[in-house]
Every structure is written in C-alpha cells, then in structure tokens.
C-alpha cells in the first residue's frame, strides 16, 4: 500500500497533469484503445464507482439511469469531472479519495469501473482487491488498461520503457489485472485483448446473487 507521502506525491504529478489529460487520453483512444470506454462503461448497472475518475472522460459513455460515484487521488482531476458532469447535466457524486483505500463500506455497489488507471496505482493488486471488496454479490467488475504484451519482444520494450515510466510518472506496461480477477475468484463474462495484446478489457463477476 502506498504511504502517505507517495500518495501525496502522485496527487501532485496528476494535478499538475491534468489539464494535459484529455488530449492524450483521446489521441490514444483514437490510435490503440479504440471503443474501450464505450464497451466498458455500456455494460454498468445500478449504482457505479468509478475509481480513477480522471477528467471524467468515460461520463458520455454509461447508460443514462445508473446512479454514479467517482474517485481520484488528484483534486484537480475530481474538479475537472465536476466540470464535465455539469456541462454534460450528468449527476454523479465524486470525492478525493486513494483506490487502495476505498472510503466505502463492503458490498456497497452494483457495478465498479476503471479504465486506464491501474497501470498507475502504486499498488494494482490490493486496488482491484478493494474494488472487489465494495461490490454487491453478483457485482460487476469492469476493466480496461494497457497490459503486458503477448508477444516477448514487446514485453521487452515495455520493460525498457518502464525503468523510466515507473520513477518518473508511476506508469508500469507490464502488468496482467485479469489475473488478479480470477485469482480472486471472479467469473469472467468477456475478456477482449488487442493491438498485439497490449489492449486488454474485462468484464467480471462477483459470485453470489445480486
């Protein structure tokens, strides 16, 4: 888990990072991630967490009678969500808050989202614990990232990249969220990779009956 000072960190890189998100999360939605919000976010039911909200990027994309929450480690990020939602007329409750320590109670949601934030959070694995630990039985878990590559040359370019990324913004290429899924004992509903494996999203389900 990370500290309180890596937290404070990290919130720092993302404020300042903010206002240059959009433009690089469409450039690559359009070049490598393709309809991945759409196919994520079109599949939420019931009372949504979002975790890593961002700029709110994803908010066009969830069906119109959801009921949306929203959290990010960076304020200015949850501000420019705040923005968006209204320009969208889009209720959603937002806060700042860390992913590893979710400030919700167990089984608390219907559906929890992230895309394209796991491949920031310090620590991945007790992420997608906690977010696992929120929802409802018969939960949705809804997933997509950049993931480690199917083929071994590009494994090893995404190693070379990340002995810059990881210090520098906190940004890992090469790890594998669907096998943190199942190794928590989620039912696996849709698993799509591409772009040589690189694009991975997931859809999931907790077991039990909603």
Known sequence: ?????????????????????DSAMRRLD????????AWVCGRARGEVLE???????????YPADVALRGVDLSPRMVELTRDRAAALGRRIDLWVGDAEALDLPDASVDTVVCTFSLCGIPDHRRAVAE?????????????ADHVAAARAPLRAVQRLTEMASVPLMGEHFRRRPADEVVGLGLEVLA???????VVERIAARVPGRA
Do not use: I
């Not at 990370?2 to 404020?15: H, K, L, Q, V």
């Not at 975790?51 to 994309?61: F, I, K, S």
């Not at 977010?131 to 997933?143: A, Q, S």
């Open 1 to 21: 888990m990370a500290t309180d000072d890596e937290r404070a960190r990290w919130a720092r890189y993302w404020d300042r990072s903010a206002p240059r998100t």
């Open 30 to 37: 359009r070049l490598l991630f393709k309809d991945s919000r």
């Open 51 to 61: 975790v890593a909200v961002g700029t709110g990027l994803n908010l066009p994309h």
């Open 131 to 143: 977010m696992v630990r929120v929802l409802r039985p018969g939960g949705l878990l809804l997933l």
């Open 191 to 197: 698993r799509e990779r591409f772009a040589a494996g």
